[in-house]
């Protein structure tokens, strides 16, 4: 059997691995002590992070076997260091080439893993695990994503001569809130959001509202999500003689005014 590392194939023991996955295994079912809750790591989609796990009383652990594993995960693997260099054998494929540590830095028994170019399925518990130590650290990382809103025109709502507008915003993670403010900061009641989650995790939010002449007729459609701590919006203002009664003849005209205003203002 051989695996691929540093661009050169390398023979490896079939019997090493059995012999260390076994180890791993067999351990895993013991008690471990845990150093204190998980360690929160916030990162946004892309991103290339670091997963903290350092050894205390600092050690060089270079020639030590530990493990970097998502227990939610089969194989749970996404590193694996044995006898001084990473076990490939058994690491799960969503981390292939995508997953490291740093040998220098292992002397001083920091395991910090370097995660590159971050997915939204990378969320979730990481345990960093020395078997020999009886020692794991945890850490809860949360891959988020944002973007800005776009406001576009729905229509007049005819009773009370009110503008609809539909704000929309695509690729979030986690789900998001959508809140209308009005010039003055207000908030503005709107129906519930329409959310949907695609294929690649990310949620978008839909949300409309009817709005009544106000003294600036400038509105806002702010999203946010409080967990990454991003939030994004988007202004539009709607000229006054809008608010008119569809009949009348001013209000064909501000309508394709208005029309011309949005593709402008829209723009963030
Ligand atoms: C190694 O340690 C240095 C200094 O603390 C740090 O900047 C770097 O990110 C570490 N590398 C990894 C892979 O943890
Ligand atoms: C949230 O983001 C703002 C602006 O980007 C920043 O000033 C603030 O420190 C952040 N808060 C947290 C809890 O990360």
Not at 190 to 198: D, I
Request: charged share 20%; net charge negative; hydrophobic share 40%.
């Amino acid at each position: 059997m051989v695996y691929i590392k540093d661009g050169l194939l390398r023979p490896v023991s079939v019997f090493r691995h059995i012999v260390v996955l076994l180890l791993l295994n067999h351990l895993r079912g013991g008690q471990s002590q845990e150093t204190g809750p998980p360690q929160l790591v916030v990162a946004m989609l892309g991103d290339d992070i670091i997963l903290p796990c350092q050894l205390e009383p600092p050690m060089n652990a270079v020639s030590m076997t530990m493990e970097w594993g998502r227990r939610d995960l089969e194989p749970r693997f996404v590193l694996v260091w044995h006898d001084g260099q990473e076990l490939l054998t058994d690491q799960n494929k969503a981390y292939k080439g995508r997953a490291s540590v740093s040998i220098n830095n292992l002397t001083l028994g920091d395991f910090s893993l370097r995660l590159s170019s971050v997915k939204i399925s990378d969320s979730g518990t990481y345990r960093c695990y020395f078997p020999k130590l009886n020692k794991e650290y945890l850490v809860e990382l949360l891959v988020g994503a944002a973007s800005s809103p776009a406001i576009s025109l729905a229509g007049i709502h005819k009773a009370t001569s009110g503008v609809m507008l539909d704000c929309r915003s695509e690729g979030w993670y986690p789900e998001p809130e959508v809140l209308w403010l009005d010039g003055e900061g207000n908030l503005l009641s709107a129906g519930p959001p329409e959310t949907v989650r695609g294929p690649d995790d990310l949620y978008t939010v839909s949300s409309r509202v009817t709005v009544e002449k106000r003294p600036s007729n400038r509105f806002t459609c702010r999203v946010q999500q409080k967990n990454i701590n991003q939030t994004r919006e988007t202004h539009i203002y709607v000229p006054e003689d809008f608010f008119v009664s569809p009949s009348s003849c001013s209000a064909s005209v501000a309508m394709s005014v208005l029309f011309g205003l949005m593709f402008a203002l829209t723009v963030v």
